[in-house]
């Protein structure tokens, strides 16, 4: 109720300024076809030179790019949170994955997310393009995804945000639509494939790197698929392990209504270890090379 009334606080606060969500189609060598993702921009970002911290933004099982948007608010609580100064200006990237649940299996959505996604970002949007200008983040299906790719790539992503994520160790309750997806064995769901791509597989050799991601976790008390108690197993082994973290348990079930209103304090905790908005070197070096250009007045 707590983080209810703050989000509500939040929304109802909202700047008169504010920033815009456009969307993007490309085409993915990973996936071999078109692929579209929506951009959050903050409030300023056509008239700046800045390049900005970008957050990959993920759905869950069956969802699309326009989830966060219509659903989770995600651009009225970004302008609060900016406007605040609880987060800085940043770029938000929701890509479009259905229920792929982030893996090479049904498509290749994870090279197509590491590879594909974060360099046509790159490439077309001001985005800092170094780790400390990624953070990724997703609820459910996207919050399995985010876990893998901090984990597997640790040296890309800042810090993390897991939303109620579907991480089920030692495999999905009935429940789940990681049964059914098609992804994790067809036509029939197949435990050894879940346990192959699951992060516990991912533990050690995470762990041999060295390399500290902070992680955001939380889930809703009433969850269907009781992952409140799967968030509390990994903010344990973290912990164990040294790994920076913050857990929180909500009142609430497995839907919108937490995810809708814990987004916002997921983001000012990720993005404390977020670089600033700034102009890059290679920017600043050609704004200095077109300066010394110009005739100089008399």
Known sequence: MKLLLAFLALVLSLPATAGVVVSREFDSRALQRKWSYAVYLPDGYETSTLRYPVLYLLHGHGG?????????????????????????????????????WFVDRKEKMETAVIQDLVGDVEHNFRALGTRDGRLVAGLSMGGYGALRFVLKYPEMFAAAAL???AIYDPEPPETSGARRAGVFGAPDFD????????????????????????????????????????????????????????????????????????????????FRFAARPAVAPADARIDAQRDAKRPKSR
């Open 163 to 165: 939303l109620s994520p």
């Open 191 to 270: 435990p050894q494939v879940w346990k192959q791509l699951n992060y516990p597989a991912l533990w050690d050799a995470f762990l041999a790197k060295k390399i500290a991601v902070p992680i955001y976790i939380n889930s809703g008390d009433d969850d269907a698929h009781f992952i409140e108690a799967e968030a509390t197993r990994l903010y344990e082994l973290l912990r164990k392990n040294g790994q920076p973290a913050e857990l929180r348990i909500v009142d609430g079930p497995h839907s919108w209504a937490v995810w809708e209103s814990t987004i916002g304090d997921a983001l000012r905790y990720i």
């Open 64 to 100: 699309g790019l326009y989830d966060w948007v219509n659903l989770g608010h995600i651009q009225q609580t970004a302008d609060a949170l900016i406007a605040r100064g609880d987060m800085p200006p940043a770029i938000i990237v929701m890509p479009d994955a259905d229920s792929t």
